[in-house]
């Protein structure tokens, strides 16, 4: 219904700074909210940030609270994920996914993209 197309990842320092991408395409219409998920080697896929299309509203994951934002630009149909001070912990895939609600749990997300790669170097 949804097709999401992430952008951005690459090999990074310590301290530095990336900006992801997420181009969505299809059946924009019938979603409502917007979400970052990561996946690193082992790990389980954990929530990231989500945002509201309609009045921006954000939610953050604790851990990346100061350190991540996450913005949309409805003309563009595009997501945003701006990472800052990345850390080697940060290294995963991420996921961009869309839903009809805004919030935490996977299972709130219908569709996915493909995902980009984040790797910190130490």
């Known amino acids: 219904q949804v097709q999401l197309v992430e952008s951005g990842g690459g090999l990074v320092q310590t301290g530095g700074s990336l900006r992801l991408s997420c181009a969505a395409s299809?059946?924009?219409?019938?979603?409502?909210?917007m979400a970052w998920f990561r996946q690193a080697p082992g790990k389980e896929r954990e929530f990231v940030a989500a945002t509201r299309w309609n009045d921006g509203l954000t939610v953050y994951e604790d851990s990346v609270k100061g350190r991540f934002t996450i913005s949309r630009d409805n003309a563009k149909n595009t997501v945003y994920l701006q990472i800052n001070n990345l850390k080697p912990e940060d290294t995963a895939v991420y996921y961009c996914?869309?839903?009809?609600?805004?919030?935490?749990?996977?299972?709130?997300?219908?569709?996915w993209g493909q995902g980009t790669q984040v790797t910190v170097s130490s």
């Open positions: 299809g059946r924009i219409f019938r979603t409502f909210a």
């Open positions: 996914a869309s839903g009809g609600i805004l919030g935490m749990r996977r299972s709130l997300y219908t569709d």
